[in-house]
Structure formats: structure tokens, C-alpha cells
């Protein structure tokens, strides 16, 4: 039969403009989350994590922002890049502390000239 | 930078036959992870391994799977008996803190095709 695949948001961004990814999650145990870039063909590469006890965390042209109260993680990324275009997942750890993560659909940004 | 690196980067099978998958997870780290994503999906976890014993498993991981660390440095995961619904990417992570809950790091993937 023939398979259906998640239909992914896409965010289009042109090139030098910041972006933001939004990401709901649904485990209010969920006390570590991660952003994971793919590119296609490849495996996810870490880009930032947060932890429960923070709202917000800087990286090199990345933020993550973390709203407990509704259940919510942005990834903002300044000055986009072609070399960003990618798919964004948000993981949670579901407060396992096992180290297993719980994937969200992710994002598609396209990075546009 | 060290990196997870996989073997194969695609397998074909015929279904009903085993597979192994091969990870080499980065030298330091003590906790190991199989998920895997069908195409267009989301990732899945599998399975997660530390100390030499599976920490956790997901219902996908059923009585055809296993996973070993033979010596050292290897992590595989086998498939006994292969299904047409195990075609995806299997993607091996670790990670080095302790409580796993920490960076992980996935490989390339080994792109698996059952026929």
C-alpha cells in the first residue's frame, strides 16, 4: 500500500532574516529538551538543549526560549543561512532519565537568496 | 571532532532474513541508543543501553531485536527475522553523562531496505 509521510510545516526565510521554529511539547514531566537540525540524508545533529530550570539559552546565532507554563520551545536563529535549510526537530526526554528522547514532526526551513 | 559513525549506509534484505547494524558510538560515552525513522517520519527511539544491559526499550522493540556490544567499541543491532515495515533509517546515538540524560550524538544512519 502506499505509504503517507507526516506533511511537514515549512518556514521559508530569506536569507539574513532571523528565524523562529516553534515546537509544543506534551510531557509536562519532560525536564531536558534538545534541537535537532537534519539535513537530508543525514542523521540529526545537535544544536542547542535546555533544561527545566531555564527559559532561555544562547548559542553561537541560536536561542532556545522555554515557556513551562504552556508547554512550549522556540529555536530562533539569527542571520539565516543557506547552509540552514534543513529539517528542526524539538526531542523531550518525557523526564526519562534514561536518556530517551521523544521526537517532535519537525519543521522544514527553506532559506531563500 | 569525534563522531558516531555506522556500517552499512544501506542494506538490502530480503524479508525474513537478519540483519546486523554496526555503530561505533564516540570513545568516551557510556550510554547508547538505536532509533530509527521511517521515510518521512518522525524519529523513533528503539532501545537504550548502558552498563552492558538494555535501560529501556519502546514497544517497537520486540522479541526480533536485540542489541549487543561485542567489544569495546562496536554497538550493533540485530533483526532476526526482517518485516517489510522494518525499512527505515536506523540511526545509533550516545552520549557521555552520567544519567544519560546528556548531548546525544547520532551517526549517518544505515538506510535499511527490506524487500
Not at chain 2, 570513545?27 to 521511517?38: E, T
Not at chain 2, 523513533?44 to 542489541?67: A, C, G, P, R, T
Request: proline share 4%; with cysteine.
Amino acid at each position: 500500500g502506499e505509504s503517507v509521510g507526516l506533511h511537514l510545516p515549512t518556514l521559508s526565510v530569506q536569507e539574513g532574516d532571523n528565524s523562529i521554529i516553534n515546537c509544543a511539547y506534551s510531557n509536562s514531566a519532560s525536564d531536558y529538551f534538545i534541537w535537532y537540525k537534519q539535513e537530508s540524508g543525514k542523521g540529526p545533529q545537535f544544536i542547542i538543549d535546555i533544561r527545566s530550570n531555564m527559559d532561555k539559552r544562547q548559542g553561537q546565532r541560536v536561542t532556545v526560549l522555554l515557556n513551562k507554563t504552556v508547554k512550549h520551545l522556540s529555536l530562533q536563529i539569527a542571520a539565516t543561512q543557506p547552509g540552514d535549510s534543513a529539517v528542526y526537530f524539538c526531542a523531550e526526554n518525557g523526564g526519562d532519565s534514561w536518556g530517551k528522547l521523544q521526537f517532535g514532526a519537525g519543521t522544514q526551513v527553506v532559506v531563500t537568496p | 571532532e569525534p563522531e558516531v559513525t555506522q556500517t552499512p549506509s544501506h542494506q538490502v534484505t530480503q524479508m525474513g532474513q537478519e540483519v546486523i547494524l554496526r555503530c561505533v558510538p564516540i570513545s568516551n560515552h557510556l550510554y547508547f541508543y538505536w532509533y530509527r525513522q521511517i521515510l518521512g517520519q518522525k524519529v523513533e527511539f528503539l532501545v537504550s543501553f548502558y552498563n552492558n544491559e538494555i535501560s529501556e526499550k519502546s514497544e517497537i522493540f520486540d522479541d526480533q531485536f536485540s542489541v549487543e556490544r561485542p567489544d569495546g567499541s562496536n554497538f550493533t543491532l540485530k533483526i532476526r527475522s526482517t518485516k517489510l515495515e522494518d525499512s527505515a533509517m536506523y540511526f545509533c546515538a550516545s552520549s557521555g553523562l552520567a544519567g544519560g540524560v546528556g548531548e546525544q550524538y547520532f551517526g549517518p544512519g544505515t538506510r535499511l531496505t527490506v524487500t
